[in-house]
């Protein structure tokens, strides 16, 4: 059945109670579209809802990656869930969001309520990352607000939803190329650019592994991803970033920050500004002096 009748998956996460927030945090970087907590009996259980447009074993295999580096999280239980009101009681999880100094995340179905003087970036919730709720998202574009600079060029590693090519291009960038690794979420890049009137001749959405095979150089990188790639697409860096160009790096718990800082280093790159909240941190580096 598809997700227009109202049916949907769900994946159950069981933790400690101190994992609430990690639960969340994890069932939306897996993709969820709304989630419930339970607690009980000195134990916390999340049940993350998904889109029936993949199959259940597909988000499972998503969900166990993600959860991986988490050994108190588990999986307890999943199926489907037959819910009409689901269908329609979900869109009020995604309400309009201020974000940084000037931006406003919004649902397509927001369109219309923009506050003055706000720079709206329409991002339909579908399966891919980056919706704009999540807290390493609201990193990646107050660091975007910060350095993206009229004229310039930008690749960004791991689009997801595309919603940081779109910021781009709305504070001033030239051209984006949009990276995801998934050719299953370009086509929600390519939506969210049309609900944004962004053609490709502003932003070219390709499938790619992180920085492997781009050619030039471009004056912004931004990666919102996690840890292992973005430790592994570091050394690539500076091959691709023009000489007084500037990295965005988000998707990294506060826990990782002094490895990632050493990290930096070797791949000849220096911290210019960081950003925390919550657990969640990330960075914006450019070349050592």
């Known amino acids: 059945m598809s997700a227009k009748e109202g049916f949907w998956w769900?994946?159950?996460?069981?933790?400690?109670?101190?994992?609430?927030?990690?639960?969340?945090?994890?069932?939306?970087?897996?993709?969820?579209?709304?989630?419930?907590?339970?607690?009980?009996?000195?134990?916390?259980?999340?049940?993350?809802?998904?889109?029936?447009?993949?199959?259940?074993?597909?988000?499972?295999?998503?969900?166990?990656?993600?959860?991986?580096p988490w050994p108190g999280i588990r999986i307890v239980d999943m199926g489907r869930i037959e819910n009409k009101q689901w269908h329609t009681a979900w869109k009020e999880a995604f309400p309009p969001l201020r974000v940084g100094r000037h931006f406003i995340v919004m649902a397509p179905w927001h369109r219309g309520n923009e506050p003055l003087e706000t720079v709206p970036l329409y991002i339909f919730p579908g399966s891919a990352f980056g919706t704009g709720y999540h807290e390493s998202t609201q990193i990646a574009l107050e660091?975007?607000?910060?350095?993206?600079?009229?004229?310039?060029?930008?690749?960004?590693?791991?689009?997801?939803?595309g919603i940081l090519s779109i910021a781009s291009i709305k504070l001033g960038a030239e051209t984006v190329q949009a990276r995801d690794h998934d050719p299953a979420v370009l086509p929600e890049v390519r939506e969210n650019l049309r609900l944004n009137e962004i053609g490709e001749e502003k932003v070219v959405v390709v499938?790619?592994?992180?920085?492997?095979?781009?050619?030039?150089?471009?004056?912004l990188v931004c990666a919102n991803i996690v840890?292992?790639?973005?430790?592994?697409?570091?050394?690539?860096?500076?091959?691709?970033?023009?000489?007084?160009?500037?990295?965005?790096?988000?998707?990294?718990?506060?826990?990782?920050?002094d490895t990632f800082i050493a990290l930096l280093s070797g791949a000849g790159l220096s911290p210019v500004k960081e950003t925390r909240k919550g657990e969640w941190w990330g960075v914006a580096a450019a070349r050592t002096p």
């Open 10 to 68: 769900y994946i159950t996460l069981e933790g400690n109670l101190e994992n609430e927030e990690d639960l969340s945090a994890l069932a939306d970087l897996s993709g969820s579209i709304g989630s419930e907590i339970q607690e009980n009996s000195g134990r916390v259980a999340l049940k993350a809802y998904y889109r029936t447009t993949q199959d259940l074993g597909a988000w499972i295999e998503r969900v166990q990656g993600i959860i991986s």
């Open 227 to 257: 840890f292992d790639p973005l430790a592994s697409m570091l050394p690539l860096v500076t091959t691709v970033l023009s000489d007084e160009g500037v990295a965005v790096f988000s998707g990294l718990t506060f826990s990782e920050r």
């Open 143 to 161: 660091l975007l607000e910060e350095y993206v600079k009229p004229g310039m060029s930008v690749v960004d590693v791991g689009a997801g939803s």
């Open 207 to 219: 499938t790619g592994d992180l920085l492997n095979g781009f050619e030039g150089t471009v004056d």
